[in-house]
C-alpha cells in the first residue's frame, strides 16, 4: 500500500479504534453521609426564646442566609469595607492567582486531547577534514545542507489516561475556585468581626471616659466636703484612687481602638493608617438580626465552599487513581512527519526533495509493572486520605454551625441581661449620689455604686458587640448567598 493511500486510511483506523476506548480506574461518587435532618440547636424552643429576650430596637430586623448579609446591618461604612476588602484584600489577590494558574493548568491538560505539532527549519554549511576525505579536493570537501519539516504526535487515548488527567486537572481547578470563596467567606467574615469589635470598643471607651467624668464630679464634691470640714482625708484618697483606675482603663482601650483600625486597612488592602481619620468618630454598633434561618444541614453542605473543595480534592485524586491505572496497559502514539530536505537553498521545496514519515510507536511499561503498581497504590491512598478529609470536613462544618447557632441563641439572652443591668447600676449610682449630697449615705455607697455602674456598662457594651460577633460568626459558619465577584487583577509591571 501507498503512503498516500495509508494517510486516508489511517482516519478510519483511528475513529474505529477510539470507539472501541475504555477509561481505567474508579469513575467518582459523591461520598453519602448520613447527616441530620435539622440542626439540634435550631428547635423552635431556642428560637422563641431568642426573640423572647429580643431588645426592643431590633424588631422588625430580619436577615436571611441567601443575601449578602453585611448589608442588612444597614451600616454604610461596614458595607464599604467589605467591599473594598473584596476588591483590593491580598489574601484573596493570592487566592485568585491560584485560581488562575489551576486553570490555566486544566487549559495546558486539554490540549492532549489534540495532536502536538511542531515545526523546525534548519540551514548548514559545512567542511570535512583532509584526514576525513583523503584524496578530496578542498573546494568538494564543502557541503551544504537545507532542511525544514513538521511533525505531529498524538497519544491515542485508548485506556483514558488523558482523559483521566484532564478530569484530575478539572476537578483541581474546581477546588481553587471553592479555595477562593472559602477565602471570600473568612475576609468578610473577618472584616465583619473587626469593625464590630471597633464600634464595641469604642463604646466601651465613651463608656469609661463618662464614667471618670462622673467620678471627677464626685472626687471634687467629696474634696469640697473635706475642705468644709465635713470629710476625711481618707474619704478623697479612695475617692481619687477610684478615678485614676478608670481613667487607667481609657489608654488600654485607645490602643486596641487603633490596632483594630489598623487591622481593618489592611484587610482592605491599604496602609494600616489609612482609615483612622474615617474610623475615629464614634458610630453605633450594627443593629442584631431579629432571626437567622439556618435552613438545614443538607443546605449547609451545599454552601460551604470548604465542603465543596474537600469534594473536588478527593475527585481529582479518584481521578489519578486511572492516570496511574493506564500504566498498566501499552501506550500507543502516532507519529507523522512531513517535510523537505535538499543540499541547495533554490532545490528546498522541490517535489524530489519531498520527506514524510507515518509510525505508530506502542510503550509499553510490562517489564517495569512493579513500579506501575506501586504508583497505583499510592494513588489509592492518596484518595483514602482525601475521603477522609471530605468527611472530617463535613464533620467540622456541622460542628462549626451547630456552635454558632448556641453561641448565638445564647447571647441574645445574655445581651437582655446585660442591658437590664447597665439600666439599674445607672439608677443606682444617680441615687446614691442624691443621698450621699442628702447626707442620708456615706460615700462608700457612692463608690460601690459607681464602681458597679462602670462594670455594667461596660459588660453591657462588650456583651453586645459579642452578640453582633455571634450573628457575624453565624453568616459565616452557614456560608449562604456570598457573592460571585473576583478581587482586581494587578499585573507584573513592565521591566
Not at 133 to 162: F, I, N
Not at 183 to 199: K, M, N, W
Not at 238 to 244: D, F, G, K, M, V
Not at 336 to 343: R, V
Request: negative net charge; charged residues 25%; proline residues 4%.
Amino acid at each position: 500500500m501507498s503512503a498516500s493511500s495509508s494517510l486516508r486510511v489511517l482516519p478510519v483506523g483511528i475513529a474505529a479504534a477510539l470507539l472501541a476506548a475504555c477509561t481505567v480506574g474508579p469513575d467518582f461518587v459523591r461520598p453519602d453521609m448520613p447527616v441530620p435532618g435539622q440542626f439540634a440547636q435550631a428547635t423552635s424552643e431556642t428560637t422563641a426564646a431568642d426573640a423572647s429576650m429580643l431588645p426592643a430596637q431590633d424588631a422588625g430586623v430580619a436577615l436571611v442566609t441567601d443575601s449578602e448579609f453585611w448589608r442588612g446591618f444597614d451600616d454604610p461604612m461596614l458595607t464599604r469595607l467589605v467591599e473594598e476588602a473584596l476588591a483590593a484584600n491580598h489574601d484573596l489577590r493570592i487566592a485568585l492567582a491560584n485560581y488562575d494558574r489551576a486553570n490555566a493548568l486544566l487549559r495546558g491538560a486539554r490540549f492532549d486531547y489534540f495532536p502536538t505539532i511542531t515545526a523546525h527549519a534548519e540551514a548548514s554549511d559545512g567542511r570535512a577534514s583532509a584526514d576525513q576525505a583523503p584524496g578530496v579536493a578542498r573546494a568538494d570537501r564543502d557541503a551544504e545542507s537545507y532542511s525544514a519539516q513538521a511533525q505531529v504526535s498524538w497519544e491515542l487515548d485508548l485506556w483514558g489516561r488523558v482523559r483521566r488527567g484532564v478530569e484530575a486537572q478539572r476537578a483541581g481547578a474546581q477546588a481553587s475556585a471553592a479555595d477562593l470563596q472559602a477565602t471570600q467567606v473568612a475576609i468578610v467574615g473577618e472584616v465583619a468581626r473587626s469593625y464590630v469589635d471597633l464600634r464595641g470598643l469604642q463604646e466601651r471607651l465613651r463608656v469609661a471616659r463618662e464614667n471618670a467624668v462622673n467620678q471627677a464630679e464626685t472626687l471634687k464634691l467629696v474634696t469640697a466636703r473635706f475642705d468644709a470640714g465635713r470629710g476625711t482625708e481618707f474619704d478623697t484618697s479612695r475617692a481619687s484612687a477610684q478615678l485614676e483606675a478608670t481613667r487607667a482603663r481609657v489608654p488600654a482601650l485607645e490602643a486596641q481602638v487603633a490596632v483594630t483600625m489598623h487591622r481593618l486597612a489592611v484587610l482592605t488592602g491599604r496602609t494600616p493608617d489609612a482609615l483612622i481619620a474615617e474610623l475615629t468618630p464614634q458610630h453605633a454598633l450594627p443593629m442584631l438580626p431579629a432571626r437567622i434561618d439556618p435552613a438545614t444541614p443538607g443546605d449547609l453542605l451545599r454552601n460551604r465552599p470548604d465542603v465543596a473543595a474537600a469534594e473536588q480534592r478527593l475527585h481529582a485524586a479518584t481521578a489519578r487513581i486511572g492516570v496511574a491505572t493506564a500504566d498498566l496497559f501499552p501506550r500507543f502514539t502516532l507519529g507523522g512527519l512531513i517535510g523537505s530536505q535538499a543540499i541547495d537553498s533554490s532545490a528546498l521545496f522541490e517535489r524530489v526533495s519531498e520527506t514524510r514519515l507515518v509510525a505508530l510507536g506502542i510503550d509499553w511499561s510490562f517489564l517495569d509493572i512493579g513500579r506501575v503498581r506501586a504508583r497505583i497504590k499510592a494513588a489509592d491512598a492518596q484518595a483514602e486520605g482525601e475521603l477522609a478529609q471530605y468527611e472530617k470536613t463535613v464533620l467540622l462544618a456541622l460542628e462549626d454551625t451547630e456552635n454558632a447557632l448556641v453561641r448565638h441563641a445564647r447571647a441574645r439572652v445574655e445581651d437582655r441581661h446585660l442591658e437590664q443591668a447597665a439600666l439599674d447600676s445607672a439608677k443606682a449610682a444617680q441615687l446614691a449620689r442624691v443621698r450621699f449630697e442628702a447626707g442620708a449615705a456615706d460615700l462608700f455607697e457612692v463608690l460601690d455604686a459607681e464602681r458597679t455602674q462602670l462594670q455594667a456598662q461596660d459588660a453591657f457594651a462588650d456583651g453586645r458587640t459579642r452578640s453582633v460577633n455571634s450573628a457575624v460568626a453565624l453568616y459565616k459558619a452557614l456560608a449562604g448567598g456570598w457573592p460571585e465577584r473576583m478581587p482586581e487583577r494587578k499585573k507584573l509591571a513592565s521591566q
